[in-house]
């Protein structure tokens, strides 16, 4: 069926039914009687800085600023940013977390404002006229004029109309207000007629429809009869339709007047119907011809325990204490305040919660009058559930999987389609509180969902980082070679090296013998030590050298021994002739003598070393070979051992010397 | 004799045949990695904590893969147990009651007059939540933090916390009975 064949059914005057529904008591004419009063201005605002389903903007104020009315206070970037405006001048005295307007209880950072009571506007400039003005500029004013869905779910109005243009043939006007006790639009709709015309008009001048509908349940004669008071032109209807819970959710009511479902998961735009509600059109009205942001609200109040009940003009963000003292509450002991109507409002966890874009109405109901549910018992299975949702679900199946926390099989039975309407929890038999079990758990799929996007995003940055450090290792390679280190190519630890570094070397050493070395080196020393000794203690013992290369080291040694001695002699000679005799013969502080002792030593050395070379044991080869070769270590060994063998040398001759000298002086 | 002969001829052949289809399908039908892996490693909620002794999620999927016990995921709590333990055809480990009880979503915090800037915490993130730059003070991305608690041990002042996410309205999980959804009789 096509969109124009449905028209033409629609302007025949045909009506369609959806599944379900109820017809709870209405109680609403407890309040729709009394004329729309103004609340007047608070004492103070709290200005949640979100009123709306999206994003929140920025701030454009500070604490201390003075604002005055309509001034907005955050920015909008953003398609689904919803601006907030001052609903009143005065003084901003802080800007911190406060209760906000939701079953939770929990706080949001909220705009608190003094207000001075003067309620002087910020410049405003109308635009009467505004066939005068294109989509986009008013686009722009609807957007910066903060409008947001005020049915309920407060979508941003700006968001829904920018993608509708040039797509919607089909213009809803909700004024059904199926709920119970609510009777804003209602009251709206009595006094206000020709502003909703109007913003039918804007609406039309943006959206270019073939036709729109205003719908209103027949429970509201009087808000009908103000629409057909007025001229309406052929594209507008009024469309009566008959009272039953909840043909005012949205998808509800395009069926009523379209005869077709709006696929799950999809928009009704997709079928090329916009729905907006009667408040949102008047609010739009007064953003364009009055240049006034949304800065107030029609309210309900009503329940048995007010007084004088009725509604009200309330300023966004009066606080509902204050509202409920203004409108003569009498509170009974735990007076619950409800927002929203019976059957999908929230009670509050207390009375100082400020008044948002979406407060349709607060209730305050005696306890005979809705009385706390009692206390829930089993699941009997009798359908009667099934009976009433008008979304066609199987509530008692969504609510075994709810409760057992089977995600895969609640999804599976379109728990996203319910609209959370109360109907099959109204009639439940065993007092079952479903809407709550369902709100849990597509809390709970939405929190799943979050955490799975979560860790996909967080894998992907997981990676990227891998691969970063990879590349980033890679060309550090390119760039340079790494000649610092050539053992270790493929491992960059410092210390992995170094070991690799040590071990090699000692693997070289000890191809050689780097033990054996040492060994050697000893041995040299050991060798060096005695010969010396023996040179020294020839006289007295002339045959403690055993061996051939020790006896010409020992030989050498005497050579040496004798020839120091012989400088001795001379330094003594030259030394007695000149100073006292009795001079410390073993100091030899002659320089002479100490040269030619040096020279003597060195030769001693050398001659050691040859007799060493001399000798025909094998290992000694190696570590002259080793010492001479590629190993340093051996070579410093050998050097320092040579160092010892030299101290040695240096300590025989002055000893020789010594013995020299005593024997002379003997 | 000539039977037998004929019997061992037809196997031979038919041995030599399957093999050969079975080496040709081996490389024809490559499967690159073990996509029980991948499977397993979509399950793992991706922290890279190394909180179960494995160098990052995927490392882990390959271990279970190998036959690891299921239950070292930490951050992923009971329901991560229970999927890979549906995936992998097992018993979840019952004697566990620590790890069935899911950790609440935690997030690093800088304390940031206490940040010296030594960039340590930077490196040890493995999903690059963290940003600054050396003597600049860091600041952590809430949104991309995964709670692995990787950049608390590096931090040489212990300026970084792992604090739980503030309950917001958006986040809420209807935990208490506050619709009252009964009409008036």
């Known amino acids: 069926m096509s969109i124009l064949n449905i028209i033409s059914k629609i302007r025949k005057g045909k009506l369609w039914d959806f599944h379900g529904g109820l017809h709870p008591d209405e109680h609403k004419r407890e309040s729709s009687e009394a004329p729309l009063v103004n609340a007047g201005i608070p004492p103070f605002l709290v200005i949640p800085i979100k009123q709306h389903s999206g994003r929140i903007g920025r701030l454009l104020v500070k604490v201390g600023d003075h604002v005055l009315t309509g001034q907005q206070l955050t920015a909008s970037d953003h398609p689904m940013e919803v601006p907030v405006h001052a609903s009143s001048s005065g003084v901003i005295t802080s800007i911190e977390l406060h209760t906000v307007a939701h079953p939770s209880g929990l706080s949001e950072p909220c705009i608190h404002i003094k207000p001075d009571g003067l309620d002087q506007w910020r410049e405003r400039e109308p635009w009467p006229d505004f066939h005068r003005y294109d989509a986009i500029q008013l686009f722009d004013r609807i957007r910066q004029a903060g409008i947001a869905g005020l049915g309920g779910a407060g979508f941003p109005t700006y968001a829904k109309l920018s993608v509708a243009r040039e797509k919607a043939e089909i213009v809803i006007i909700n004024g059904a207000e199926c709920e119970p006790y609510i009777t804003a639009d209602d009251r709206l709709m009595r006094e206000h007629a020709r502003e909703i015309l109007e913003g039918v008009e804007i609406i039309k001048h943006i959206l270019r429809p073939t036709i729109t509908i205003i719908a209103i349940e027949d429970n509201k004669p009087e808000a009908i009869a103000a629409f057909l008071l007025h001229p309406l032109p052929d594209d507008v209807i009024v469309r009566v339709i008959p009272t039953k819970y909840p043909s005012g959710s949205a998808r509800q009511l395009i069926e009523i007047l379209t005869g077709k479902q709006v696929p799950a998961r999809g928009r009704s735009l997709s079928m090329g119907v916009v729905m907006v509600n009667v408040g949102t059109t008047y609010a739009i009205r007064q953003a364009i011809v009055e240049d006034e942001p949304l800065i107030r609200r029609v309210v309900t109040l009503t329940g048995s325990q007010f007084k004088k009940a009725g509604n009200a003009w309330v300023r966004l963000g009066s606080s509902v204490r204050w509202l409920l003292t203004q409108f003569s509450l009498v509170p009974e002991p735990r007076q619950r305040v409800i927002m929203g109507g019976s059957m999908m409002g929230f009670t509050l966890p207390h009375a100082d919660v400020p008044v948002v874009k979406i407060t349709n109405c607060l209730l305050a109901p005696s306890v005979s009058e809705l009385p706390p549910r009692d206390d829930e018992v089993n699941c009997i299975r009798c359908a009667k559930c099934a009976d009433v949702c008008p979304v066609k679900l199987l509530p008692q199946q969504l609510y075994w999987y709810s409760r057992a926390g089977d995600h895969e099989n609640a999804e599976k039975y379109n728990l996203s389609d319910c609209i959370e309407c109360g109907a099959c929890a109204w009639v439940c038999p065993s007092n079952i509180p479903l809407v709550h079990y369902y709100r849990q758990e597509k809390a709970e799929i939405e929190h799943l969902r979050e955490e799975a996007a979560q860790a996909e995003r967080a894998k992907l940055r997981f990676e990227a980082k891998k691969q970063r450090l990879e590349e980033e290792r890679l060309a550090r390679e390119a760039r340079a070679p790494a000649p610092a280190r050539p053992v270790v190519s493929s491992d960059s630890d410092p210390v992995a090296a170094a070991i690799l570094r040590i071990k090699a070397q000692q693997n070289k050493a000890g191809a050689s013998g780097d033990l054996q070395a040492e060994r050697e080196a000893r041995k040299e020393q050991a060798r060096q030590h005695q010969a010396e000794k023996a040179a020294a203690n020839r006289d007295t013992e002339p045959t403690i050298a055993n061996g051939d290369d020790a006896r010409k080291a020992a030989v050498a040694a005497a050579l040496a021994r004798a020839k120091a001695r012989k400088a001795e002699l001379v330094g003594n000679t030259s030394d007695s002739s000149m100073i006292n005799a009795e001079q410390e013969p073993a100091a030899s502080a002659d320089p002479d003598a100490v040269r030619k002792a040096a020279v003597a030593a060195a030769i001693a050395r050398a001659k050691a070393k040859k007799a060493q070379t001399e000798q025909p044991v094998a290992p000694v080869v190696d570590m002259e070979q080793a010492t001479e070769a590629v190993d340093p270590d051996a070579a410093r060994k050998a050097a320092v051992a040579a160092a010892i063998a030299r101290a040695k040398a240096k300590k025989a001759q002055a000893e020789a010397n010594s013995a020299s000298n005593t024997e002379k002086q003997g | ?185």
């Open chain 2, 1 to 185: 004799m000539n039977q037998i002969l004929f019997i061992i001829i037809i196997f031979t052949g038919l041995a030599l045949i399957f093999g050969l289809l079975l080496g040709y399908a081996a490389i024809r039908f490559k499967v690159e990695s073990d996509p029980i892996v991948d499977q397993l490693d979509a399950i793992l909620p991706q922290t890279q904590c190394g909180q179960c002794g494995y160098p990052g999620c995927r490392p882990y999927a390959q271990a279970i893969a190998n036959g690891d016990s299921i239950n070292k995921c930490v951050p992923g709590g009971s329901q991560t147990i229970q999927k890979i333990a549906d995936l992998m055809g097992v018993e979840p480990p019952s004697d566990d009651n620590e790890l069935l009880i899911s950790p609440p979503k935690r997030v690093a915090f800088i304390h940031e007059n206490l940040c010296i800037g030594c960039t340590k915490c930077i490196q040890a993130c493995p999903v690059d939540a963290i940003i600054g730059a050396p003597k600049q003070m860091h600041t952590i991305l809430r949104s991309e933090c995964t709670g692995c608690d990787l950049c608390v041990d590096p931090c040489p002042t212990d300026c970084i916390e792992m604090i739980e996410l503030p309950a917001t309205p958006d986040r809420w999980k209807w935990d208490v009975e506050t619709i009252p959804v009964r009409m008036v009789q």
